[in-house]
């Protein structure tokens, strides 16, 4: 079991409630501090005002790009973000890079499990992961761009 | 009832995946209880904790029960053909969760279809 720093905030912006709830619910009882945005701008704002560890951010994220939130938060010198997980259905290696260029540490693919993203949350917050692949950064577990395999996920 | 009536289409994999985070939600809302009967547990009478215990156990049950069946509709969406689609709307007007209802048309597209009203009312929002 990771060892959580109490009250870390971790700030999930996705539009899906079920997703949002659960992963709200996951994280609290796992000891962090969870946020819910249901759209981009929701999520630029609060990533603003609460300055989370970690951004989870879904891919299909509403009223604004994921990659528009991203160029957003990379835009803003101020750093509102700690780490950024790019999560998504249709996550292939074209999105990987280009979330890649826009500051995002990390990828999952949906479908997942809640204990599944406790996990990799728990495993970014560790100051040296030893999991962090080399110099390519994507190796075999990159997602394929058509249908993925369950539970890839892949570091950068 | 904010689900109204019209054709909804969804491919099979997107309705099990549905499903799944429904399930997961599920249990993940019996792992918050558990963990609720847990912080009770200490404050109860002596004579009332086996009851407690019980409850505890049966929620523990209900939580690995409904983890299982997500697990299980997550691997299925993975295996059925993409393309093949399913009409769920019929099905989804049969749900009488408001809350429940509204979550799963607004997963389904129901929104942008002009389905879901996005009408919340009515609904006991616990968290």
Do not use: H, Q
């Given at each position: 079991m990771n060892m959580v720093n109490p009250g870390t905030r971790i700030l999930i912006a996705d539009s899906d409630r079920a997703v949002l709830e659960m992963l709200q619910i996951r994280l609290d009882l796992a000891g962090y501090h969870a946020l819910a945005a249901r759209s981009g701008p929701a999520a630029l704002e609060m990533a603003h005002n609460?300055?989370?560890?970690i951004l989870v951010l879904?891919?299909?994220?509403?009223?604004?790009s994921a990659f528009e939130v991203l160029a957003a938060l990379q835009r803003d010198?101020?750093?509102?973000?700690g780490q950024i997980l790019l999560v998504g259905k249709r996550l292939g290696v074209e999105e990987v890079k280009r979330g890649a260029a826009l500051g995002v540490r990390a990828c999952m693919l949906k479908p997942f499990s809640g204990a599944d993203l406790v996990e990799r949350v728990g495993k970014m917050l560790?100051?040296?992961?030893?999991?962090?692949?080399?110099?390519?950064?994507?190796?075999?577990?990159v997602a394929p761009a058509a249908r993925p395999a369950p539970s890839s996920n892949v570091f950068i | 009832m904010s689900v109204v009536a019209g054709e909804l289409r969804s491919d099979v994999g997107a309705t099990f995946d549905v499903l799944s985070w429904e399930l997961e939600l599920a249990g993940a809302r019996c792992i918050f209880l558990d963990t609720l009967i847990g912080k009770l547990l200490g404050t109860v009478a002596p004579e009332h904790r086996e009851q407690l215990i019980e409850g505890i156990q049966a929620v523990d049950l209900l939580s690995q029960h409904l983890t299982g069946l997500s697990t299980f509709a997550r691997g299925l969406s993975q295996t059925v053909a993409a393309q093949e689609q399913i009409e769920v709307g019929a099905a989804l007007r049969s749900v009488t969760l408001g809350a429940l209802a509204d979550r799963m048309t607004s997963s389904f597209g129901g929104d942008e279809a002009g389905i879901?009203?996005?009408?919340?009312?009515?609904d006991l929002d616990l968290f």
């Open positions: 609460m300055r989370p560890a879904d891919l299909a994220i509403t009223e604004m010198v101020s750093r509102p973000c560790k100051p040296a992961s030893p999991e962090r692949p080399p110099a390519n950064g994507f190796g075999s577990r | 879901n009203d996005g009408d919340e009312a009515g």
